[in-house]
C-alpha cells in the first residue's frame, strides 16, 4: 500500500534557525505532492503544492520544498523560522490513479522557541 | 469566498446516539472529502465523492459510519450508534477536481461519551 513518511514527529528549534522536514513516500507514478499546516487548534491550511515543472517551490510565509523524483522525496525547508512558525506540518500525496485519495504522513509537530 | 463550512464545530454526546456532521463544499468544487483526525491513527480519509458520486468509501471504518452528498452544496456524515472511539476530530474538504489541491473546513470535534 502507499504510504507517506515524515521523519521527525517533533522538531524543537530558536527563532531564525532553518528548517527542513523530510518527506518521503512510497508510489512510483505520477503524483502530485502538497505540505500543510495546522495551527494549534485550526484546520489544515496549503502550504505549498507541487504538480508538475520546477521541482523547487514556493509557497506561503517564506516556505519552500523541492521535489526529488530519484529519492521520491518532497522535503519542506524554510531558512529562517519565528515563533509564529509553531505547528504542525503534513506532508501529502496524491497519485495519478486514485483520483482525488490524498494519503497523509503522520505528521510533524514543529515548536519554535521565543 | 466563504470557504468549506461545517457545523456542529463541537458535539458532545453518549454513546449510541447518531451523531450528524454537515458538510457545505466552496461553490464550484466537485470533489468533496471526509477525513478524521485522532492522535493514534493521524488523518484518515474516510470517504470521497466527485460530482455527488461516491467514489471510494473503502476509509469507512464499518457500518455504522454512512456519508451522502445529496446535491452539489451539501454533504452529511452520520455515525449511528456512535461509540466513544469515535471521538476525533472530523474535517470535510472540497477540491475543484478530484486530484486536485484541497481545501479543509474549520473541522467537527466529536466527543462520545
Known amino acids: 500500500a502507499q504510504s507517506v513518511s515524515q521523519h521527525n514527529h517533533h522538531v524543537i528549534l530558536s527563532e531564525a534557525a532553518s528548517l527542513e522536514l523530510g518527506c518521503n513516500y512510497s508510489?512510483?507514478?505520477?503524483?502530485?505532492l502538497f505540505w500543510y499546516v495546522q495551527y494549534p487548534g485550526q484546520h489544515l491550511q496549503l502550504l505549498l503544492k507541487?504538480?508538475?515543472?520546477?521541482?523547487l517551490v514556493k509557497g506561503i510565509k517564506g516556505f519552500e520544498a523541492e521535489f526529488i523524483k530519484s529519492k521520491f522525496s518532497f522535503n519542506l525547508r524554510k531558512p529562517s523560522v519565528q515563533w509564529s512558525d509553531t505547528a504542525e506540518y503534513f506532508c501529502?500525496?496524491?497519485?495519478?490513479?486514485?483520483?482525488?485519495?490524498?494519503?497523509f504522513g503522520q505528521g510533524t509537530e514543529l515548536s519554535v522557541k521565543p | 469566498d466563504a470557504g468549506v463550512i461545517q457545523s456542529p464545530r463541537h458535539e458532545v454526546t453518549e454513546m449510541g446516539q447518531e451523531v450528524t456532521l454537515r458538510c457545505k463544499p466552496i461553490?464550484?468544487?466537485?470533489?468533496l472529502f471526509w477525513y478524521r483526525q485522532t492522535m493514534m491513527r493521524g488523518l484518515e480519509l474516510l470517504i470521497y465523492f466527485n460530482n455527488n458520486v461516491p467514489i471510494d468509501d473503502s476509509g469507512m471504518p464499518e457500518d455504522r459510519f454512512s456519508a451522502k452528498m445529496p446535491n452539489a452544496s451539501f454533504s452529511t456524515l452520520k455515525i449511528q450508534p456512535s461509540e466513544p472511539r469515535d471521538s476525533a476530530v472530523y474535517f470535510c474538504a472540497s477540491s475543484p477536481s478530484s486530484g486536485g489541491t484541497q481545501y479543509f473546513g474549520p473541522g467537527t470535534r466529536l466527543t462520545v461519551l
Open positions: 501529502a500525496v496524491i497519485n495519478g490513479n486514485q483520483g482525488g485519495k490524498l494519503i
Open positions: 507541487y504538480f508538475s515543472g520546477d521541482p
Open positions: 461553490s464550484g468544487h466537485n470533489s
Open positions: 508510489y512510483g507514478g505520477t503524483v502530485n
